[in-house]
C-alpha cells in the first residue's frame, strides 16, 4: 500500500489549493479525483460539439479568492473588473424601463434609478454598499487566518447597530427599511438567496450567511471574470500542484476511508458511458487525510469503513436550489428597454424577475412544491468582458455566450432539465424584445447550443449532495466564543471527528464558492499541527 504525508480526496479547486501549499512545503500529497478531470465545479468546458467556444460550465465569477493565496501559489491567474454591476428590468413594464448600475457613472445610475421611480433608493442604496464596504474591511482579512470568535469579529467590526443588522436579524429587516423600491430590494436580496434556498426573513439566517459572501470579497464584494474562463483558474492550480511534485490519480472514486487514514478507491473504467464494472480496489494511507468532498460524501465514506460518522452535522441538510443554463448566441439578443445598450446590460449581472415580490413568492411557491413563475434568474455575459473564451472566427461573428443561474428550484421538486430549461427560457424571454431560441448557435449535429444543469446532475456527475453547489449549508466566518480552538484543525475550522481527517472543500467552515479558503485553511491546519508536534 502506498503511503503519503496527505492523500486528498477530491481534486476540486480547494484539493488543489491544499495540495499545492502542501506540496510547496516538501510534504508527500496524493489527489484523488473520481473524475478524468480535475477542477470539479471550477472547470471550462468545450460545451458544444465543434463550436470553438470554452465556457465555464458551472462556477463562472471570482470573488473570494484571495490575491494572498495567488501569490503564495505562484499563480498566474487573470481576474477582470466588470464596468456593469447589475441590470434589472421591471418586471412586466410595457415600456421596459430598467436599473442600470454603472460602476463608472454614479450620475448615469442616480438617473437610472430616478427612471424607475426608485429615487430617492439613490442615495440609500450608496450609504448600504459602503456599510457593507466596513464589513468587508473589516472581516475580508480575517479569512486566511485562524478563526477568529464572535466577539472578536464583532470588536473588529466596531459598530453594534451593522452588527445586529448583518449578524443577527434576517437580511430582509435591513434591506426593507433602508430601501422602499421593490426591484432593488430584490437586487441586494439576491446576494443573499444565490445557492442559498431561504426567505429574507428565515430566523435562522442562512441567507444572512450567504449575503455576507457574497459582499465581502476582496474587500469590496466585487465579482470578477477570470479571464480564459473558471477552467483557466484550475489550470493554473493543477500546474502549480504538478511543480510541486503532487500525484494525481484521476479517474479514481474513493468508496471508502477508516479513521486511521487508509483509503480505498477503485479506478473507474474508462468507457465513456460509465457502464463498463468498476476494477478491483486499490489503497493508499495517508498520514492525513483531507477531505475536499462534500461532508455528507464523507460521511458515507466513513461509514463505508465501518466508522459511522455525524461529520456533516445533526439536521444539516444538504440540497441545492438552482439552475444553470449555458448558452452560445449568434449575437446579444434586444432588450425591451431601448435606453439601454445590451452590451450594457448584459456586461454585468443581469437580473430577471428578481425584485423582493418576486423572489419572496418563488420560495413561497416552490415550498408548496411548485416551481416559481416567472422563474427568479440572473444572467451574465462571459464573452463581454473577456473574449478570450471564443474562437476569433466566433467573435468576429459576434456571437456571445450567456449563464442564467435559476433561483429557487430546490432538488426535492424533482423537476426534469427539460422543464427548467423551458423555465428559464421563459423568464429570458419575458423581458426581451424578440425570443432567445432563434438566436442560438447550432452545433456540429445541428442541435441549438444551450446546456442544462440541473441539482440532479451536480449529484450525479461532481457529487454536491441534491445539487447544493456549496456541499451543505454555508457557515459563518466565526466560531462562538465558547466553541473549542484547542487543535489546528478547529482554529482553522476544518475539524472532524477524527484528528486525520480534515475537511479541504466547500463543506469547511469558510469554504463555499471558488476561494480556495477550504484547501488554504486545510493546509494551514496540517502544517501548524506539524509544528506543534
Ligand atoms: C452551477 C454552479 C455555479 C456556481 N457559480 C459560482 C460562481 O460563479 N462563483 C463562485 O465563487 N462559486 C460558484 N459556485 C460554487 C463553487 O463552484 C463551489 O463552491 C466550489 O467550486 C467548490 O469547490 P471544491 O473544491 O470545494 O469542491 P468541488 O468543486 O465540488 O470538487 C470536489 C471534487 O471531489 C470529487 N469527488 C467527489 N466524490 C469523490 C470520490 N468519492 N472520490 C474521489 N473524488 C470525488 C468531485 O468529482 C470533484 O472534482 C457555483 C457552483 C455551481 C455548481
Redesign the pocket.
Known amino acids: 500500500m502506498d503511503e503519503f504525508d496527505v492523500v486528498v ?7 488543489l489549493v491544499a495540495a499545492c501549499y502542501l506540496a510547496q512545503a516538501g510534504r508527500r500529497v496524493c489527489v ?4 478524468d478531470e ?5 472547470v471550462s468546458t468545450y460545451a458544444f460539439d465543434g463550436m470553438d467556444a470554452r465556457l465555464s460550465r ?7 479568492l484571495p490575491q494572498r493565496i495567488v501569490e503564495e501559489l505562484g499563480l498566474r491567474i487573470r481576474l477582470l473588473r466588470r464596468r456593469y454591476s447589475s441590470y434589472t428590468p421591471v418586471p412586466g413594464a410595457a415600456s421596459g424601463a430598467g436599473l442600470l448600475i454603472d460602476n463608472d457613472d454614479p450620475q448615469q445610475t442616480r438617473s437610472s434609478f430616478a427612471a424607475i421611480g426608485a429615487e430617492a433608493d439613490a442615495e440609500a442604496f450608496a450609504r448600504l454598499s459602503a456599510d457593507l464596504g466596513r464589513v468587508a474591511a473589516a472581516l475580508w482579512p480575517t479569512l486566511t487566518e485562524p478563526l477568529p470568535t464572535r466577539g472578536e469579529a464583532r470588536r473588529m467590526l466596531g459598530d453594534d447597530a451593522l452588527w445586529s443588522a448583518v449578524f443577527e436579524r434576517p437580511i430582509g429587516e435591513l434591506i426593507e427599511q433602508r430601501l422602499q423600491n421593490d426591484l432593488v430590494r430584490g437586487v441586494v436580496a439576491t446576494d443573499a438567496l444565490i ?1 442559498t434556498f431561504a426567505s429574507v426573513h428565515d430566523p435562522g439566517l442562512r441567507q444572512n450567511i450567504c449575503f455576507l459572501y457574497h459582499v465581502i470579497g476582496g474587500g469590496t464584494g466585487d465579482w470578477d471574470v477570470p479571464v480564459g474562463g473558471m477552467g483557466a483558474v484550475t489550470g493554473e492550480l493543477v500546474r502549480a500542484a504538478r511543480e510541486a511534485g503532487v500525484e494525481f490519480r484521476t479517474g ?4 471508502s476511508l477508516s479513521p486511521e487514514g487508509v483509503v480505498e ?1 477503485r479506478m473507474r473504467a474508462g468507457a465513456p458511458s460509465g457502464s463498463a464494472r468498476p476494477r478491483a480496489p486499490r489503497r493508499v494511507i495517508g498520514a492525513r487525510v483531507l477531505a ?2 462534500a461532508p455528507a ?1 464523507l460521511d458515507r ?1 466513513l461509514g463505508a469503513g465501518g466508522t459511522p460518522s455525524t461529520v456533516g452535522g445533526p439536521g444539516a441538510r444538504p440540497e441545492g436550489a ?1 439552475v ?1 443554463v449555458n448558452l452560445l448566441l449568434r449575437r446579444l439578443p434586444r432588450l425591451r428597454d431601448s435606453s439601454v445598450a445590451p452590451e450594457a446590460a448584459f456586461g454585468g449581472t443581469f437580473h430577471i424577475n428578481e425584485s423582493l415580490t418576486q423572489l419572496e413568492e418563488g420560495v413561497r411557491t416552490a415550498e408548496r412544491g411548485e416551481l416559481p413563475q416567472p422563474l427568479p434568474a440572473e444572467i451574465y455575459c462571459h464573452s463581454l468582458t473577456d473574449p478570450s473564451i471564443l474562437s476569433p472566427a466566433l467573435q468576429e461573428q459576434g456571437a456571445h455566450t450567456l449563464t442564467v ?1 435559476g433561483l429557487h428550484t430546490p432538488h426535492r421538486l424533482g423537476v426534469d432539465a427539460a422543464t427548467l430549461e423551458r423555465a428559464v427560457l421563459d423568464s429570458l424571454n419575458s423581458v426581451l424584445a424578440e425570443p432567445i431560441e432563434p438566436l442560438l448557435l447550432t452545433d456540429a449535429h445541428g442541435r441549438p447550443c444551450i446546456e442544462t ?1 440541473t441539482t440532479a446532475d ?1 449529484d450525479r456527475t ?3 449532495p441534491c445539487g447544493n ?3 451543505g449549508p454555508l457557515a459563518w466566518p466565526f466560531v462562538e466564543d465558547d466553541a473549542p480552538r484547542g487543535t489546528a484543525a478547529e482554529r482553522w475550522g476544518v475539524a472532524t471527528e477524527h484528528p486525520r481527517i480534515l475537511m479541504c ?2 463543506g469547511s467552515r469558510r ?5 480556495g479558503l ?2 488554504h485553511s486545510a493546509a494551514m491546519a496540517v502544517l501548524e499541527d506539524d509544528l506543534d508536534r
Open positions: 480526496i477530491g481534486g476540486g479547486h480547494n484539493g484523488l479525483e473520481r473524475l480535475l477542477g470539479g465545479a471550477a458551472y462556477s463562472y465569477l471570482v470573488s473570494l445557492g479514481a472514486e474513493v468508496v478507491y475536499n468532498v460524501v465514506l438552482q444553470k443561474f444543469k451536480l461532481l457529487g454536491m453547489i456549496f456541499h472543500g466547500s469554504g463555499g464558492a471558488v476561494s477550504g484547501g
